[in-house]
């Protein structure tokens, strides 16, 4: 089993709509919880931390459940620039602060 | 202004030839990551440094190498590349947070 899992999609969105997806992990230890985005062929960059209360930035929120060791993504009225992959990633200060990503869900938001 | 810096952006070499991927940063992180990402997959860490202690994953191939000759600077070398070690190189920075900050890759095709 990964140690972080994801739906890869694609999931089809049309502009405007809503879309969600979550992750889950294995490792009960894991601290912190992060989802990034990445561009095709571009590197990943941070689009939010996940925090036990879960949080929102703008039309994104994100959610972190620890007792079924799931987190999600909510994108609200979706755009065309939303369209990207998802990263899911878990980290454990106990092993360094290593970061296991997950394999991304790829979101295609069309007009 | 680029903060972490990869060179190349895109590098060829043979099968089998040596060849050395560079990172360098400008934020002055003590921790340096190097990641191969293959197409469609979660970027995989290869190795770290947290200053100039090096730490190896268990499963990276003794193919490749590293060095961190200063904070700023840290290498990739891979010794005899193969046709399976084409992919995207990744190199990530981070201080005392948790946040990682990606450069933007090199891709290494090997003919």
């Known amino acids: 089993r990964k140690e972080v899992e994801q739906d890869p999609g694609p999931f089809n969105v049309p502009e405007g709509a809503t879309v969600a997806f979550n992750c889950t992990y294995s490792?009960?230890?894991?601290?912190?919880f992060f989802w990034y985005r990445q561009d095709c062929r571009k590197e990943p960059k941070l689009l939010m931390s996940?925090?036990?209360s879960g949080n929102e930035d703008g039309r994104f929120t994100a959610q972190l459940n620890r007792a079924s060791q799931y987190i999600s993504l909510l994108i609200r009225d979706s755009k065309l620039s939303d369209s990207a992959t998802y990263l899911c990633v878990v980290g454990n200060k106990a092993a360094g602060n290593k970061l296991t990503f997950g394999g991304g869900t790829r979101v295609l938001v069309k007009p | 202004d680029a903060m972490v810096i990869q060179n190349p952006r895109y590098q060829v070499t043979q099968f089998g030839k040596p060849v050395t991927l560079s990172c360098s940063q400008t934020l002055n992180h003590n921790v340096m990551y190097w990641y191969q990402q293959k197409s469609s997959q979660a970027p995989k860490l290869l190795f770290h440094?947290?200053?100039?202690?090096?730490?190896n994953e268990a499963d990276t191939p003794d193919n490749f190498q590293s060095r961190r000759p200063n904070t700023s600077f840290c290498f990739l070398d891979i010794r005899s590349p193969g046709l399976g070690d084409a992919a995207m190189y990744l190199c990530?920075?981070?201080?005392?947070?948790?946040?990682?900050?990606f450069g933007p890759g090199t891709r290494l095709l090997v003919l």
């Open positions: 996940v925090y036990s």
């Open positions: 490792n009960s230890a894991s601290q912190s």
């Open positions: 440094y947290y200053d100039k202690d090096f730490n």
């Open positions: 990530a920075t981070k201080d005392a947070g948790e946040t990682q900050y």
